[in-house]
């Protein structure tokens, strides 16, 4: 397997016995995957083809048998989304009203939020210093698009739902290679399902910032330093948590060159096309605003200041206990809390007990770690501290892992499942009639 020490042996014997997360044979599998037949047509010209040729072919039939797999999920999901989002005009309409309400209804029902952000940004740039709380890609991508959509907002949607299928596909394949088939198909189902993935599919660039760090993890895998370095180059210039990317690169690459100082190679450096995003935008952020860290400064328009990570859960569950059981302020933290909570076991669980990952996989450990951390460092200063975290959670995907390992199990499977998707549907329905979720 590249990206594995030579000589290196197994770890935690519990995780082979007890979960799905098998890795005692990571080398077979990455052999079958080279070994994979060659179809007759490439077979045939095999005299004038080189191996790189070959190797490509073989590469894109297994993206295409990722995308096969996947996208019966994505279909079924998106189905779901539709029946929903039809559905909850009833709520607009009242009973037995004589009133009808135009199609253009169904669409507008998922302009909420940050999608009008985005959309003003594509729109008329930065045109304010509080709006480079959101970073520059996808607005751009939705001024792109839109000169073919003549709509910002569509753009957005056909951004999202392209970006999040791909990003489905290469979440199957980096968990496939790296795991086991098995594995990666509930991993891609639970994190399609997760209570508020229905983001996926919204005008927002959760979609597209989980592509790119996915796609950062995936060549990072594969000792791809550059093409690993650019994707997460696109994740900070996305997100400003793209620079989570960097501790787990920096450690892969280490691994993967046996932490010996005189095997590195100039593409060392490429580690630093992960905070190259972010520094982009301050330099657009000073000569626009003045101001290098305007982006993190306008944290302060949403009543958000810098704490640290344990502030936000404890401000939730001191508000919880101080509020009446059904009233807004406590129903919604204990949403946002359960969701955090339950995200932080996993990420627990994916360094202590029978689902743990072995060494040669701490890079994901390291990333769901940071990702956490950083995805909490600025809670509200108001009665729903840890409003929009339950969204961040999605960037967690190591810990969709660690729960399709637990899934494994008929019982907690179904539990998922059912969870899930009934949060999933009452938090979606929550965001198309116009009540604040996030």
């Not at 791809?224 to 690459?253: H, K, M």
């Not at 200041?305 to 009446?324: C, Q």
Request: net charge neutral; hydrophobic share 50%.
């Amino acid at each position: 397997m590249r990206g594995s020490s030579p000589g290196a042996q197994p770890h935690n014997i519990g995780v082979y016995m007890h979960s799905s997360i098998d890795l005692s044979e990571d080398t077979e599998k990455r052999k079958a995957i080279a070994d994979e037949p060659v179809p007759p047509a490439i077979t045939a010209a095999s005299t004038l083809t080189t191996p790189t040729t070959l190797a490509t072919a073989a590469g894109q039939r297994q993206w295409f048998a990722a995308l096969r797999q996947v996208f019966p999920i994505f279909l079924a999901t998106h189905l779901a989304f539709l029946i929903l989002t039809y559905c909850a005009a009833l709520f607009t309409l009242g009973n037995f009203s004589y009133r009808s309400l135009g199609l253009n209804t169904l669409l507008n029902a998922w302009f909420r939020w940050d999608s009008g952000h985005f959309t003003a940004i594509a729109t008329n740039g930065y045109d304010a210093a509080w709006r480079t709380a959101f970073f520059p890609t996808f607005p751009l991508l939705e001024h792109l698009i839109s000169f073919l959509t003549h709509d910002p907002f569509v753009a957005g949607l056909i951004i999202s739902n392209g970006a999040g299928l791909l990003m489905l596909a290469v979440l199957y394949r980096l968990v496939q290679e790296d795991f086991d088939a098995d594995l990666a198909w509930r991993t891609t189902l639970y994190l399609a399902i997760f209570p508020t993935a229905f983001f996926f599919a919204a005008a927002y660039n959760e979609s597209i910032f989980l592509l790119f760090t996915l796609l950062a993890f995936y060549y990072m895998r594969r000792g791809n330093w550059w093409l690993s370095a650019s994707c997460g180059l696109l994740a900070s210039l996305t997100r400003s948590a793209g620079i989570c990317l960097l501790l787990p690169f920096c450690y892969e690459y280490l691994r993967q060159h046996d932490f010996t100082l005189n095997k590195l190679r100039f593409h060392a450096l490429s580690c630093l096309g992960i905070p190259a995003g972010i520094g982009l935008f301050a330099l657009y952020c000073y000569y626009r605003f003045h101001d290098l860290l305007a982006f993190s400064h306008a944290q302060a328009v949403w009543n958000r200041s810098m704490h640290g990570p344990w502030h936000g859960l404890i401000d939730s569950a001191v508000i919880i206990l101080h509020r009446d059981v059904l009233s807004f302020d406590s129903m919604h933290n204990v949403l946002d809390l359960s969701l955090c909570l339950l995200v932080l076991a996993l990420v627990m669980l994916a360094f202590v007990g029978p689902w743990k990952f072995p060494r040669q996989y701490l890079a994901y450990g390291f990333y769901a770690i940071l990702i956490y951390l950083f995805s909490l460092i600025f809670p509200t200063n108001g009665s729903v501290p840890l409003g929009a975290f339950s969204r961040y959670m999605l960037e967690v995907f190591p810990a969709f892992i660690v729960l399709a390992a637990i899934g494994k199990q008929q019982q907690w499977n179904l539990y998922i499942l059912m969870l899930s998707v009934s949060l999933l549907s009452f938090m979606l329905l929550q965001f198309l009639t116009g009540h604040w979720i996030i």
